[in-house]
């Protein structure tokens, strides 16, 4: 009885919220976009019955509302709306919009969007190339095409603007598994400055070798001289897990 009680009163919640995305106040459309992508993050199907209204402001003029929407849609699986997303990524003037496009394409793991990512790697924004690299991740064997541009990232020289997307490229490629990263992440462990690097590279490179080469031994050793923090320690768990 509570939890159709509690259904009853999402269902209400939704539709209040449907009927606030349609208001003429941007502030409460932009409330309503916001509630309506947080709802749906948390897995709550009675979201769905919001999508036909989300697919329209994804046209809303207000750049922070189609962003919104972009993300609970990507959130609520509408993968009849990847080339729609795709444009957005591709031609919003907004960068916030551009990277809630990038971050939904990769929630919903769009191989067709892989292109369309790569090139949003040369974005002129620093964090739609970020959320870009972290959605090839996301999508992971199918985003192989991405390979080479990625390592270009892991490679370049370290300073403040290029540390966190070459971090992300060493994660992307141990996602994705191609073999080809195996060389290029080996060089980039051996010339690692800083602790975080090192651990996502050994950690990829452990992925893609599948416990046997460099990257498993740097990681025994980082563990065996204490040097894995409480987060770590549950990743090289999980691989250890997957490794059997």
Known sequence: MVENEADS???????????????NDLETRQEAAWNLKVLAEDKNKEVEVAIPDLINTMQDDD???????????????????????????????????????????????????????I????????????????????????????????????LKPEDIEITQISNLAAWSLGEIGDKRAIEPLTNALNKAAYHEKKFT??????????????????????????????SDLKLFEKLLNKLG
């Open 119 to 154: 090139k949003a790697l040369d974005d002129s924004s620093n964090m739609v190339r970020q959320v870009s690299m972290w959605s090839l991740g996301l999508i992971g064997e199918k985003a192989k095409e991405a390979v080479p541009k990625i390592i270009e990232f892991l």
């Open 201 to 230: 590279i050994a950690y990829s490179l452990a992925l893609i070798e599948d416990g046997k080469g460099e990257g498993f031994t740097e990681l025994i050793r980082m563990k065996e001289n204490y040097e894995l923090a409480d």
């Open 63 to 117: 750049w922070a509302v189609r962003k919104l929407s972009i993300l609970a849609l990507g959130e609520l699986n509408v993968n009849k709306k990847i080339p729609t997303i795709i444009d957005f990524l591709r031609n919003d003037i907004e960068s916030e919009v551009r990277v809630g496009a990038a971050e939904a394409l990769g929630q919903l793991k769009a191989e067709e969007a892989v292109p369309h990512l």
């Open 9 to 23: 009163n999402l269902d209400e919640k939704v539709n209040n919220l449907i009927e606030k995305l349609k208001s």
